[in-house]
């Protein structure tokens, strides 16, 4: 057996199954011995039934008593049972809808059966325990790995031919950290990694292996990423004229903040500096930075330069829109809106004055992407709530422009610093980090179930003195998981029987984005009194009349998103508040959501997240624009994160090119990396 033998070639492997193992990236031995599990059980100990505790699954090891009978219940329920023994006590094994049970259990034979032991004395049951004969117990009586899995896969078939490869081929696997890096940072070995990462030997090889495999991967995105910062700064890029900023401000309608006044000075030294930009501006929700992107679109058009500005939903190209049109028509620049549901007509109309130069300023979603847009000269790509795009997409807006044109990104997701250098390690970063004048912090109240009424009365007073209210709920229809207040649903009830005299509306995700953007425009004409939601509105939405945001399942929700909806409110010269809801008493929960009620400061906030948990959760969640991250979903904390930066800064201090053929593996691994992200090391 090699790393390249197919998979197809193991027994019981026809098309079909190898279809559905495709499905998960598996076709060779190499694949599966590097498709880490997600989590594992820990089968090692086998308790004597009278001991077994009832509230996790454990082995006992037992005799098949009796010859299992199945009963068929009614049309698609069978339930087969039998009764089982060891030198303890006595449980009954019941299998839901198994018939061939009944052929596999052996009467007097001896089994391991894994599952919860419930009951007691002559009530023992065990319910669908997994079981194999004691004298040839393969999966019980160790640490089990639990594979992702898909339809067609089971984790045994999975455990199973890994068992074989790792046995026969564990030790061919290339081993891509350059031994100084592993020597220095004391990690083992990938033999050793991959042996026990699919079958632990206890659990401190587990954590051995584990370290071994996130750091790895940790590593190879740092240096990627470091990869892609070092090459860049080289290219060159349009050059926009110097104007001062003076003149730009006259178009205000507010005078700037020190911080937005800094972030435009520094923008304009990149923009006018011949060297192509490439720069993130931080700063928290409401901080101001659409203006300061406006600056950069307005300099662009000085040096008679398109600019495009691209939004990750229509709700806020369309605001982007409207508040940039407002802003830079009176300097003479026209703005064009290009999004996925406009008319096919529009849209050949806004292709063609992009192609011809008409149009100065385009804002839109991944519509700007599509094919067929052309631009007569771009030199400015603004991305808007950057941490929703990857890399990838950022750099294929960056290619509708002749040469390298000048990127800004902008985020009001505050990323805690380790975190932030990985994710934006390729640009410079701005930070905005002072609020417009006159904002007073949003007052945050957390309470039960029991102060429901209260709080609709509150409502009822915002709404009584001229104000919106946003009310936030996890799920969107009833059903979709249990007990979680659902838009629509919820919203008829509202306006049915709690608010049958007020205004109240509903938007989500599933909505058309015609139906979607005609709720927002109502809500932010004042047409709408109540707005029932789920997270659509938690990015850039704008109504500084709304000072109340009420937050249904608030425990249903992480720091930074809660922290994200917040920052629809306190938007006007109002108090503002925010009233989370939950029941939910674990004391996780219950310190999380204190913390957010206790601050408004994103970063604080951020760093807070981190700390309850781990960077592991942070990249599963997959809204960072990183490559997919197949190990590092397994870190616990921050440490190796920071372990692995700094090693991949010292190995390009060395090696900038990574070309020395010890660093080589390292480059490839890169690449791979990289790869679904399209060409951006090309
Ligand atoms: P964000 O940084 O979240 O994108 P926006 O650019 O949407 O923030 O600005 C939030 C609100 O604050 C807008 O209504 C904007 O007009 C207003 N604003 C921005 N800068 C200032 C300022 N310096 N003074 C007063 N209001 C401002
Ligand atoms: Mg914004």
Known sequence: MELNTS???????????????????LETVGDLLTYWPRAYEDRTRIYPIAMAPGE????????????????????????????????????????F????????????????????VEGAGNRRQLTNPVFEREDRARFTGRIMPV?????????????????????????????ELPSPVRQEHGLCTMEYACQNLHFPTDQEALALARRRAVFEELFTLSCGMAFLRSRRTALAGPVFPRRSVEEYLKLLPFAPTGAQ???????????????????????????????????????????????AMMAPTEILAHQHYETLTKLLAPAGIRVGLLTGSLKAAEKKAIHAALAAGDIDLAVGTHALLSEGVAYRNLGLVITDEQHRFGVGQRSALSSKAEGQPHVL?????PIPRTLALLIYGDLDVTIIDELPPGRTPVETYLVGEDKRQRMYNFVRKQVGEGHQVYVICPAVEEGESDGMKAVTAYARELSEKVFPDLRVAFVHGKLKSRDKEAVMSAFGRGEVDVLVSTTVVEVGVDVPNANLMVIENADRFGLSQLHQLRGRVGRGQWQSYCV???DNRTPETRERLRCFCQTTDGFKIAEKDLELRGPGDFFGQRQHGLPVLRAADLAGDTRVLKEAQQAANALLA?????????????????????????????
């Open 97 to 116: 809808n198994q018939d061939y049970v009944r052929r596999a259990l052996q009467v007097g034979e001896s089994y391991i059966f894994y599952g919860r």
């Open 654 to 682: 060395r090696d900038p090119g990574l070309s020395a053929p010890e660093d080589r593996p390292v480059m490839e691994k890169v690449r791979r990396l990289f790869h679904e992200e399209g060409d951006i090391f090309n």
């Open 7 to 25: 998979l197809q070639t193991f027994p019981g492997i026809g098309p079909a199954k190898a279809k559905a193992l495709a499905k998960l990236g």
């Open 409 to 413: 990104v902008m985020s009001a997701t």
């Open 580 to 582: 989370l809801i939950t």
């Open 261 to 307: 006044r800094r972030a435009m000075e520094e923008l304009s030294a990149d923009l006018t500096s011949g060297r192509a930009m490439n720069r993130l501006i931080q700063g928290d929700v409401g901080s101001g930075k659409t203006a300061v992107a406006a600056f950069a679109a307005w300099l662009a058009h000085a040096g008679g330069f398109q600019s």
């Open 56 to 95: 996790e699954a454990v082995c006992v090891a037992a005799l098949v008593a009796e010859t299992p009978s199945t009963a068929y219940i009614r049309k698609g329920l069978s339930i087969t049972k039998c009764k089982i023994v060891d030198g303890s006590g006595a449980a009954t094994a019941v299998f």
């Open 147 to 175: 594979y992702p899995l898909t339809a067609g896969v089971s984790n045994n078939l999975l455990a199973g031919m890994a068992l074989r490869c790792v046995e026969d081929c564990a030790g061919q696997l290339p081993d």
